[in-house]
């Protein structure tokens, strides 16, 4: 039965045109190239080089057979570079799960930094609910996912890489949008998309206002803060945003306020304590915090 290691010695004898070139290239002794080649022709029962002095001239045969391991044992070699890049972080499948409002500025320019910094990664963006993430992480179908609230779970290791705060999203006309702050009491009696109680955004604004003990003045609700945006746009009110999604409104005619004396909330990477390279892990964690620091977001706090 033939051996990788004859078709190697052969493939590179094929190329080099001598034994004394196979066996620099190989960084074996000629004699091993010679003993090879003649136990190869022994296996197969064929002549398949023909001496001109030191040069080795293939028999039609020879050719034949190179045609078929030439491209076996190139694509063996491409294989094995790209495992060491795998295991070196530089050629990878990056699975990302975020919540929504990281998918509309953070993740995007973490993952445009990845691409920069590994042009032969496949990168994949999984926009997922809260309470998709914990599934996400402990079944492997993602490396890493990034929130702006926390999972509490014993198994699921969170490191803050930024600091956001809450703004409210008026329409450039709206008296709010003059100022460059403003507090929940300004925003006490204005028309108010507010969140679904059970997203996290609704539970965060509803302990805001029960804080200050103001009633918010509702007159719909929304489970993504994305949504709030066309809500505005027919014309339901202003509304109480996170910091990402409001830097990723590109839409005329809205304006992002920032809002005194409310919380911050943390912008978390989280990753399965027991899943995943710690170079990929570096890596996501670097292109984050280059991502964060293009938008300004302030560190953790």
Not at 70 to 96: D, N, Y
Not at 249 to 277: M, N, Q, Y
Request: charged residues 20%; proline residues 5%; glycine residues 4%.
């Amino acid at each position: 039965m033939l051996s990788f290691r004859q078709l190697e010695v052969f493939r590179s004898v094929m190329i080099s045109g001598s034994i004394s070139a196979a066996s620099q290239h190989l960084n074996i002794a000629q004699p091993t190239v010679t003993n090879t080649i003649r136990r190869l022709e022994d296996v197969l029962k064929v002549r398949l080089f023909n001496r001109s002095g030191a040069r080795l001239i293939p028999t039609r045969t020879a050719q034949q057979i190179f045609e078929v391991v030439q491209p076996s044992i190139s694509a063996l070699e491409q294989l094995s570079v790209t495992v060491q890049e795998i295991a070196a972080g530089q050629h990878v499948m990056f699975r990302l799960g975020v919540s929504p409002s990281v998918s509309q500025a953070l993740a995007p320019k973490a993952l445009a930094h990845l691409a920069r910094l590994n042009p032969g990664a496949r990168l994949r963006m999984d926009t997922l609910s809260l309470k998709q993430i914990k599934d996400y992480l402990w079944l492997a179908e993602g490396d890493f996912a990034v929130t702006i609230f926390p999972i509490n779970d014993p198994i699921i290791v969170s490191r803050q890489i930024a600091s956001i705060s809450m703004v409210c999203l008026v329409p450039e006309d709206h008296p709010l949008a003059q100022r460059d702050s403003v507090t929940l009491q300004d925003i006490a009696e204005e028309r108010l998309i507010f969140f679904h109680p059970n997203t996290p955004h609704g539970k965060k604004l509803k302990e805001m206002f029960r804080a200050q003990n103001i009633k918010p003045h509702i007159t719909i609700e929304t489970r993504f803060a994305e949504s709030a945006i066309s809500l505005m746009y027919e014309n339901f009110g202003i509304a109480i945003v996170d910091e990402l999604t409001g830097r990723a409104v590109r839409h005329d005619g809205i304006r992002a306020v920032s809002i005194e004396g409310v919380p911050s909330l943390p912008v978390l990477l989280h990753h399965h304590k027991d899943h995943g390279s710690k170079t990929v892990l570096d890596m996501a964690l670097k292109c984050l915090l280059l991502a964060s620091e293009e938008l300004g977001l302030d560190a953790p706090k």
